[in-house]
C-alpha cells in the first residue's frame, strides 16, 4: 500500500478518545477489551484472526493495535511485521498468555510498543493505552503540521506549534521572497541558522548558495581574508590568491552568525558591501561587484553595543530592516513533547534503532526544565539517550540528573540534619515556588497555572514562607 493511501484512509473513531483495533481470536477476551476500552471513550474493532486484522488496517487508520501473540492463522510477531511494514509509528501493544521474557524481548525487537501478559491488570492496560494513543497522536499531529508547513514554506526541520513559533513561520512566509536584509534575534541554540536557511530556501535564491560565517570563531584578520578574498601575497601566508565567501554566494545568501562580535574595521567593509554591493580583495585594487543577500544573527542586543561604542550605528540601521526575534525554548513549553519525539526519530534513525518512544515519566522533567542551552540542549539530551537506550522506549534513568533533580532532596537539607519534618516539608514548599517563579520570570499568573491553583492560594503561599518577589530581569 502507498504512503498516499496510507494518509488518506478513514479514521474510525467518533470519540475524542482514540481508535483501537482488537485482534485474539479468544471472543471473551475481545468482549472484554472492547467494554473496558469503550467505558474509556475509545472507539473499538476487533479481529478474530491475523489475516482479518490486517484487512481492518488496510480499510481505517487507527491509534493503537492490541495484538495476541497466538493466533489461530498466523503468529502473532509476523502479524507485527506486517503492521510495521505498513505503518512504522502505529502503536501496538502484544498480549499473550505465554508471558515469558523470550517472548517479551523478541517482540520488542520486532517493533512492539509495550507488552502485556494475561490476566492484566486493567488499570495498567489503561495507563499503557493511553499512553500509546498519546504519543500517536501527537506524532500523527506532528506529521500533519510538517506536511501543511512543507506545502507552504519549506522549513525543513524546524519544529513548532506554539503561537509565538507559528508568528515566526508567518513572518519568514513575508519576508523570504524580498531582498531585504534580515537580522535574527535570540539566545543561543534557539535556531537561528535554521532560520536563515528557511528565509534562503523559499526566496528567489533558494537554487543558488547559502553560506554560513561563525563570525564569532575567526581573529579579525582571518575572517576579512575569509569573507572578502586576498590576492596572492596580500599577507606572509598567502602564496596564491583566494575568492572569499561573498563571491562564492554570490547570487544567493550570506549568513553572518554572531555578527555583534565583528571588529569596527570589518564592520565598516561589512556596511560597504550593503550600501554599494562592492568590496576589494585584501591586497586587490580592483572592486568586485556582487549580488548577495545578507542575513545577519546574534544572541547579544546590538543597540547596547552601539551605545557602549561597540557596533556601528549606521550598520545596525543596515542590518535592521526586518527583525526576527526567536523565543527561549522556556517560552514555548508546548513545542517540547514535538521536539522530543522529531529528535527521537532522527536520532533513532541515525543509529540504526528501531524507533524509540519516550516513557511519560521521563517527558514530565524535560516539560518542566528551564533550558537555558535551548533546542540545542533539548538535541544533545536526547541523542544521549537515545544512544543509550537498550530497548524500544527512553525511560526516566536515561534523563541527566540535573534535569530530573535526582540527588536534590540530600542536598536540599544536608546542613540541616535536626531539621523537622515541618520545616523540611516548608523549606521543600518554599524552593519549589521560588523554582517555578525564577522558570516563570516572576510571573505569579503563569506560575500559579503551571501549578494548577488559584492565583489567591499562591499568594498565600508566598506570604506564609516570606518569599520576595523579585522583578522581572532583577538578578541577586
Known sequence: ????????????????????????????????????????????????????????????????????????????????????????????????????????????????????????????????????????????????????????????????????????????????????????????????????????????????????????????????????????????????????????????????????????ETQAKILRVLQDRKFMHLGGIHELQVDVRVIAATNIDLQVLVREGKFREDLFYRLNVITVDLPPLRNRGEDVPRLVGHFLEKFSRENGKAIINIAPEALRPLMDYSWPGNVRELENVIERAVVLCNGPTVSLDLIPDHIVGRGSEAKMFEHRPDASLFEIVEDCERRLIVSMLEKCSWNQTDAAERFHIPLSTLNQKIKRLNIEIRKKGSKD
Not at 100 to 110: E, S, W, Y
Open 1 to 264: 500500500m502507498s504512503e498516499a493511501a496510507v494518509l488518506t484512509r478513514p479514521r474510525t473513531d467518533v470519540s475524542h478518545g482514540g481508535s483501537i483495533l482488537i485482534i485474539d481470536d479468544e471472543a471473551g477476551i475481545r468482549e472484554s477489551l472492547e467494554t473496558l476500552l469503550e467505558f474509556e471513550g475509545y472507539s473499538v474493532e476487533s479481529a478474530e484472526t491475523g489475516e482479518d486484522g490486517l484487512a481492518r488496517l488496510n480499510e481505517h487508520t487507527f491509534d493503537l493495535v492490541l495484538l495476541d501473540f497466538a493466533l489461530p492463522d498466523r503468529n502473532g510477531l509476523e502479524i507485527l511485521a506486517d503492521i510495521r511494514a505498513r505503518d512504522s509509528q502505529l502503536a501496538v501493544i502484544m498480549i499473550t498468555a505465554y508471558g515469558t521474557l523470550d517472548n517479551a524481548v523478541r517482540a520488542m525487537q520486532k517493533g512492539a510498543t509495550n507488552f502485556i501478559q494475561k490476566p492484566w491488570d486493567n488499570e495498567k492496560l489503561l495507563a499503557d493505552v493511553r499512553a500509546a494513543v498519546a504519543r500517536r497522536r501527537v506524532e500523527e499531529e506532528n506529521e500533519q503540521l510538517k506536511r501543511a508547513l512543507k506545502e507552504r514554506y519549506n522549513f525543513e526541520h524546524i519544529v513548532g506549534k506554539s503561537d509565538s513559533m507559528l508568528k515566526i513561520f508567518d513572518l519568514v512566509g513575508q519576508v523570504a521572497p524580498s531582498r531585504s536584509t534580515v537580522l535574527i534575534q535570540g539566545e543561543s541554540g534557539t535556531g537561528k541558522e535554521l532560520i536563515a536557511k528557511a528565509i534562503h530556501a523559499n526566496s528567489a535564491r533558494k537554487n543558488h548558495p547559502f553560506v554560513p560565517v561563525n563570525t564569532g570563531s575567526m581573529p579579525a584578520d582571518l575572517l576579512e581574508s575569509t569573507l572578502f578574498g586576498h590576492v596572492k601575497g596580500a599577507f606572509t601566508s598567502a602564496i596564491s590568491s583566494k575568492k572569499g565567501l561573498f563571491e562564492v554566494a554570490d547570487g544567493g545568501t550570506i549568513f553572518l552568525d554572531e555578527i555583534g562580535t565583528m571588529s569596527m
